[in-house]
């Protein structure tokens, strides 16, 4: 049989498509121009070309008008036949890039990306003399313009006089893109962005950021301007070695790690994470990865990178792109070759780290008494009862009912701040908790509770669908006559509803990874956050407490998800005059009443945020009326536990 025929896109195809890779970031778009920059001089230095190395990025944040972004280098240029290959062709490697050259980029999608997700975008380019404009317009692109480079071409591209450059304006016309970062902020984040360690610290680069504006005749003023630089955290080598990996006979990986002693912070975002690995293939940075240790105890104080030339092998001979995610946030552990590298790593890393516990365990003083921390467990024993009782469970009597039938919480025996007796189900439908964490390579099952009411019928299917490819569901479509069996019938006043509950199983295979299951029918919407670990951690939502002289002294206490830790800043004021910098003098009647605001604190923000997440106040339009809301919720929790929390870390 022949075919002729073949598939066709649509223009929602590809804003989807660049909205996915881009994520209305500023930043990550100018990531991928800069390193398409890099990519261009790497070629020419390969080639034996002396090459400036200089990137301009120059911002013009806009009030009434639209942000305007520009990216400038005097690296190769493009003419015409490349700039109808890199601008109009997705899919199709036309980088140049091979297996021996390396580089970023990923089949021609990152520049069009970058212009379709911002709205509208120019590009002009000088090669061998001639000047090359294209423009585009969301997806449409309007025929190129082609003549002879005048000397003001070359000013305004700010290259020498018969160079070769490039110049990318990207207008932020879409509304869905996110704010402009300050210039201190867009600098820092640009630094830090594992994929650009290596271009901003490579001496041959000079990489400028400016920020300014233009006037009315287009002419640019400089208001700021830095040249980017990024150093490593200082550290020692721990280890170097070769590693083979069994099933691929062909492939070679180098494993380097470090240690330090100051401990390095927790990242806000995974991009600017300097713990953990970076994986690096021939000329690219691909991801940061902790191989699991995130949470392990000497994990802030180890780092390193891998790097391995057998991606290059699979992207450019074999054509094999399922390794690295299709929005390039990071790689898929996933594929077989991850797999693969990610047990050669572990077997060398995990003696390390255990050595590392050991040495770290020898030389820590114990600081903590142990009556606080028996005290504190008792308190967030507490908490995850609470947890329990309020939020898993949206139907059926809860504890704590006197015989008068007046409510009462089991703990504080004073009235809880919402109803315990059987209620709706949030919303209609709702996942019960709405926050798990689950292991690793284990499945997990996932509730759902359903109101059989309006359009939802027992002939109704349920779609559950995963933010991540990371998270696999056993069965994503559920049927709602398959768990008729389940049926209660909640009398709500004169009206009599059904309530059905749905379960199925949840399964990943990378550790560290967050994400939603969203669960839709008709018009009803219901999401459950959901962390990997490497294991199961113990004790409930609330598993213990920790102090971190290293986190940001303006969050004094915060709860970490993944780990179920609630942190301590003891660099903060208000904790630096009655703690040490790792929890000195923890036992005494001061500083445990200031624990006990700290712990009550963390675990009220918590237990209403997911309270919230369940009955849908997040899907809300006013965000001021919801902030107000919160905080009143918050108090709520805390006038009615503070009491009983200081008596039990706090009272002698």
């Not at 996942?431 to 939802?456: A, C, H, W, Y």
């Not at 933010?467 to 056993?474: E, H, L, N, Q, R």
């Not at 069996?485 to 509803?497: P, R, Y």
Request: hydrophobic share 35%.
């Amino acid at each position: 049989m022949e075919y002729t025929e073949t598939f066709q896109t649509t223009e929602r195809y590809l804003e989807q498509q660049a909205n996915q890779t881009i994520k209305g970031d500023p930043v990550l778009a100018l990531v991928e121009l800069i390193t398409n920059s890099d990519d261009s001089y790497r070629k020419m230095e390969l080639s034996g070309q002396s090459v400036t190395g200089k990137i301009i990025i120059q911002v013009a944040p806009r009030r009434r008008e639209a942000t305007i972004f520009e990216i400038y280098d005097n690296a190769m240029g493009m003419d015409d036949a490349d700039m109808r290959k890199k601008v109009t062709l997705i899919g199709g490697d036309e980088s140049g890039l091979t297996e021996e050259t390396g580089g970023r980029s990923f089949f021609g999608r990152g520049l069009k990306e970058c212009m379709i997700a911002f709205g509208k975008a120019e590009i002009c380019s000088i090669k061998d003399g001639q000047h090359y404009r294209y423009l585009s317009f969301g997806v449409k692109v309007k025929p190129p313009e082609i003549r002879k480079a005048t000397k003001d071409d070359y000013v305004k591209l700010q290259i020498p006089l018969g160079s070769n450059g490039t110049k990318v304006r990207l207008i932020a016309a879409n509304p869905k893109l996110k704010c402009t970062p300050q210039f201190r902020n867009l600098a820092r984040s640009l630094s830090f962005h594992y994929s650009l360690r290596d271009v901003v610290s490579n001496s041959k680069r000079i990489i400028t950021l400016r920020y300014g504006s233009f006037d009315s005749r287009g002419k640019w003023t400089v208001k700021e301007e830095k040249n980017l630089s990024y150093a490593p955290p200082q550290g020692i080598s721990a280890l170097k070695k070769k590693l083979t990996i069994d099933e691929y006979p062909s492939a070679e990986a180098t494993l380097e790690v470090f240690k330090t002693e100051n401990r390095i912070p927790e990242a806000t975002e995974k991009y600017d994470d300097e713990r953990g690995f970076l994986i690096c293939s021939k000329g690219a940075i691909n991801d940061v990865y902790h191989f699991g240790f995130e949470n392990h105890e000497v994990a802030g104080h180890i780092f390193g990178r891998v790097t391995c030339y057998y991606f290059d092998h699979l992207l450019r001979n074999e054509k094999d792109d399922t390794w690295i995610n299709s929005s390039r946030d990071g790689m898929k552990w996933s594929h077989p070759f991850c797999k693969a590298l990610t047990a050669a790593v572990l077997k060398e890393l995990r003696p390390l780290y255990k050595q590392e516990q050991e040495n770290s365990s020898k030389e820590k003083k114990q600081y903590e008494n142990e009556e606080t921390k028996r005290r504190v467990k008792k308190a967030l024993d507490l908490f995850n009862q609470i947890a329990k009782e309020e939020l898993d469970e949206t139907t059926g009597v809860a504890k704590g009912i006197e015989k008068d039938g007046t409510e009462t919480d089991p703990h504080t025996r004073c009235p809880p701040p919402t109803p315990t007796i059987p209620m709706r189900v949030p919303n209609g439908m709702a996942f019960t908790p709405n926050f798990v964490r689950m292991q690793v390579s284990k499945p997990k099952t996932i509730t759902l509770k359903v109101e059989l009411v309006g359009d939802m019928t027992k002939d109704s299917v349920i779609s559950l669908d995963s933010t991540t490819s990371a998270f696999s569901i056993k069965d994503p479509l559920l049927r709602v006559a398959d768990f008729m069996g389940s049926k209660i019938i909640l009398e709500d006043g004169s009206d009599k509803i059904p309530i059905i509950t749905m379960r199925t199983e949840l399964f990943c295979d990378e550790v560290g990874v967050e994400g939603k299951i969203i669960a839709s029918c008709h018009s009803k919407k219901a999401e459950l956050e959901v962390v990997a670990s490497e294991s199961k951690s113990g004790g409930g939502l609330f598993s213990g407490y920790e102090f971190d002289p290293s986190a940001p002294k303006e969050q004094r206490v915060q709860y970490i998800r993944g780990t179920g830790i609630v942190k301590i800043a003891t660099q903060a004021p208000s904790v630096l005059k009655y703690f040490g910098p790792t929890g000195e003098n923890q036992d005494t009647a001061q500083a445990r009443a200031i624990l006990s605001e700290l712990i009550l604190d963390a675990c009220c923000a918590e237990l209403v945020r997911l309270r919230f997440g369940q009955e849908g106040f997040f899907f809300e339009d006013d965000p001021s009326a919801i902030s107000e809301m919160f905080r009143f919720e918050v108090d709520r929790y805390k006038n009615r536990l503070a009491a009983t929390l200081h008596q039990i870390i706090a009272d002698k």
